[in-house]
């Protein structure tokens, strides 16, 4: 099928009072992206991030070295954070499922110079994403999105 836009999806298609409130109550929260580096998360990276305005704690900041990756996966979701890493233990669905993590990107800065992780920030403010989701009755979906002269698209296939 191919990208649609969300305007004309939703007007085929109207949310309910209560969902109109339940998107706005969660904007006004979540206005800005903040971070949480786990341990594995290198420090330049964190300062690079900074200096991009990115609002960022580290677990060095809060004491939080040598603790297990599922307490720093529970650390971000009960804060609302959005995990840093470079840890490939986090993609591991059976051990981190989507219901009990937060929004989690690993990181690989191949040589780890500042630019490349510079370049590696830029999936941080991209025009497109994907978005992994576990439902209430256990079922998953994956939706895409992007950003087209303005207008939020998504992919129906």
Excluded at 2 to 23: C, F, H, M, S
């Amino acid at each position: 099928m191919g990208w649609i836009n969300l305007v004309d999806l939703v007007r085929a298609n109207p949310p309910t009072a209560k969902e109109v409130e339940q998107v706005l109550e969660y904007r006004r929260s979540k206005a800005k992206a903040r971070f949480y580096a786990d341990e594995n998360f290198p420090t330049l990276a964190n300062r690079v991030l900074r200096k991009m305005g990115g609002r960022i704690v580290t677990a060095q900041d809060l004491g939080r070295r040598g603790h297990p990756d599922e307490n720093h996966a529970s650390y971000a979701l009960r804060h609302g954070y959005i995990l840093l890493t470079c840890d490939r233990d986090y993609l591991n669905e059976r051990r981190f499922p989507l219901i009990h993590c937060p929004a989690i990107a690993v990181f690989d800065f191949g040589s780890g110079s500042p630019k490349e992780i510079r370049q590696s920030f830029i999936c941080l403010k991209r025009d497109c994403w994907t978005e992994y989701s576990r439902h209430l009755d256990g079922t998953t979906s994956r939706s895409r999105y992007r950003v087209y002269h303005g207008n939020v698209q998504e992919w129906v296939g």
